[in-house]
């Protein structure tokens, strides 16, 4: 029982004094709120651990008149504390705190139901209650502030720590992304998103090449594609070669990414369940393609609204997890035919998402470049948001469709 081995660790005097603010009779079942009393004036008189023996004499010095009976039920219930289970003193911290909310709650209602009653004075005694103990509701115990060592924020802020860009000339700019932080990938269809993810993660020098644990999960096309898009990447092959020897290819592959590329078919799931399964993987980067389409609970007045909410929790899930995340998005209509595309013409979203972000790159092409009978293969890296290095500008380089890769 919850009471007796409350009372049991209260019978340390160092208990007590933590949770003494918090502490009252009526947090105690009716049985117990006597005892508690007699174990409350022991410790205010004596100021140290105490014996249920002496807690039984102060008892009964406190209730001289008892009768027989009552003094039977409190030798009752100090048997049964006896044999009770003490609590740790955190424990007996959170059982006292959690009671005590729990009372005030209750007296807070009974207040609330006179005053709809029309009892005047309910309200004055609202406001009583209130304000003494409107300072002990909120936590205190707020942590150490952030550390100025700046040997050890350099560490966690620097370069160093950070998974590389295998694109020479992002990398000199930016450089890469780090735990804790989140970025956007956006384009408009048919650009090459899902082509710089893999290459991003295993082409030569990848984030996979650099020992890092890549998880691409896949709520659009079947990530199936995007495994046979990796292996082109990973190995040089192309989707032909592959197949004249999938065999050889598969040995290449497999010898490459070393078991730190992982695929996951996402379709239809929402974000606590990305969120155990990244826990369960510990992934050191994740890409979430489409990130837009990731379900979330709530009600919300509008789309961009939900857009805001699911893109701060992808953030959050990237500190919580301590990994990068990127998260993929369609670009808007007016992105069509641009080579230089910024946050603001991401598809669904007034700024919402751009806000939540630390890096953004947006991917851009020249208008017909797909249509041509020369196909374009020119592509340009806009970077319009950037926490982590503060550079803003657009890079050219170029898609390698048949083998998935982005070079200079």
Known sequence: MLDASLIKSLLSHEVYQDTNPRLRADLFGEDFRDL??????????YSTDLSLDEVWAVWELTNPVATRAERAEIKDIIDDVRKAEGLNE?????????????????????YGLEMSE??????????????????????DDFGDPTSDDLVELIKKVGDDGRWKFNIETLSRYVHGIGPQEFGIIFATPETGKTAFVVSLAVAPGGFVDQGAKVLILGNEESTERTQVRAASAATGLTALEIA???????????????DRLIFKDTQDWDL???EAYISKQKPD??????????????????????????????REAAKRHNCAVFGLSQASNDATG???????????????????????????????????????HSRFLTISKNKLSGWHGTIVCNI??????YVE
């Open 272 to 274: 606590d369940r990305i």
């Open 90 to 110: 955190e424990l007996a911290k959170d059982a006292v705190e959690t009671l005590w909310r729990r009372s005030m709650g209750k007296q807070i209602a009974e």
């Open 36 to 45: 508690y009393k007699a174990v409350d004036e022991a410790h205010k008189k």
């Open 285 to 314: 980067v994740v890409f979430i393609d489409q990130a837009d389409k990731v379900q979330i609970g709530g009600l919300f007045n509008a789309g961009h609204e939900r857009l805001r909410e699911l893109y701060r929790r992808l």
């Open 118 to 139: 029309g009892q005047n004075e309910a309200m004055s005694k609202l406001q009583a209650l209130l304000e003494r103990h409107a300072e002990g509701w909120m936590p």
């Open 338 to 376: 641009k080579t230089r595309i910024t946050y603001d013409m991401m598809e669904g979203s007034r700024i919402g998402k751009a806000a939540e972000a630390d890096l953004i790159i947006g991917i851009g092409k020249h208008a017909g470049s797909s249509e041509d009978t020369e196909p374009d």
């Open 400 to 405: 390698q469709p048949e083998v998935s890769r």
């Open 244 to 258: 004249d020897d999938p065999e050889k290819a598969r040995q290449i592959y497999r010898a490459r990414k070393q």
